[in-house]
């Protein structure tokens, strides 16, 4: 199920019109880099570049499907802060083996009964792509926040009535 | 010349009518199936049997398959439901009737109570902190 993107352009027109054209988010992708562009480029201005367009596009790389970006080196390569580059929002696999197993499987015509439910993620697979994931993970990470501040008050509050009854 | 050549033809063929019948076009009394597989097992070819086998496990695997991807879909179709009832109806449901923020209101405002107490309480000449500091002073100077 999974489909391959390669990328030849270090561009942020292109690599909007490449998500345009690949329907991102309809189905896993992974992304492979041509040889004659690493030459060209360092990874890791390719990897914020395509980072950058995905946020312009307002394209999450882990909802509804995974978008992966395949590179060799990815274990051992780090960034300029020497940072190794797993610690990216784009999800980064060495290998085609890492893909998950989840989505491997041989594709054929569907029965009837099969294209009832296609219906049915499909429908549901555009609910997803409508939503802002900036936004709700903002929104997430404030009420954890809050929650986490509670959390922190009520021990605060423990501690001291263990004081008082001493 | 001709004559005693063809006298000798004569008896030769006489000869080998009584001879008994050649074995080869006699029906041999070999299990064929048997020959096959011991050849192909000293070739080290695949017998029938394993063939058969195969086959077997290529239509099991064939029928699993078609299975699989059901499976798929009917997974998927769970899965994306649950994600979108979660970012549609739970986390909206969460920040519009979120609790917390009273919640955290609430026990800053005991905390900052429960702190005044304390205070007050060790502050007071009887307090343990007190009694404590003065033998401290004591014992120094």
Known sequence: ??????????DQNYFDELWIKNKIGESPHYITISSILLKKYPIEDIITEIENSL???????????????????AGCTRNHAGHPLQMRTLPIIYSIENLPKHYIFK????????KAILQKVSMLRQML?????????????KIKKMQRDYSQVLREIDYYQQILKK | ??????????????????????PIDEPLDIDLQRLENIIRESLSLETNESLKLKGAHKNKL???????????????????????NFFLHKLRNRIKYSQTDKLLMLATKERDEI??????????????????LAMIFKKSF
Not at chain 2, 11 to 19: A, C, G, I, M, Q
Not at chain 2, 62 to 77: I, M, Y
């Open chain 2, 1 to 22: 010349m001709m004559k005693l050549f063809r006298k000798h033809l004569k008896d030769f063929t006489h000869v080998e009518n009584r001879l008994p019948p050649d």
């Open chain 2, 115 to 132: 702190k005044d107490n304390l205070i007050s309480e060790l502050l007071s000449p009887d307090s343990v902190l007190q009694k404590n």
């Open chain 2, 62 to 84: 064939g029928r699993s398959g078609n299975w699989a991807l059901l499976n798929f879909l009917q997974n998927e179709r769970d899965r994306l439901h649950k994600i979108n």
């Open chain 1, 1 to 10: 199920m999974f489909r391959e993107i390669e990328i030849h352009q270090n």
């Open chain 1, 107 to 114: 594709n054929r015509i569907p029965t009837n009964r099969e």
């Open chain 1, 55 to 73: 946020h312009r596009c307002k394209i999450n790389p882990n909802f509804p499907y995974p978008l992966y970006l395949l590179h060799p080196q």
């Open chain 1, 129 to 141: 792509r409508s939503f802002s994931y900036d936004e709700i993970f903002d929104q997430i990470i």
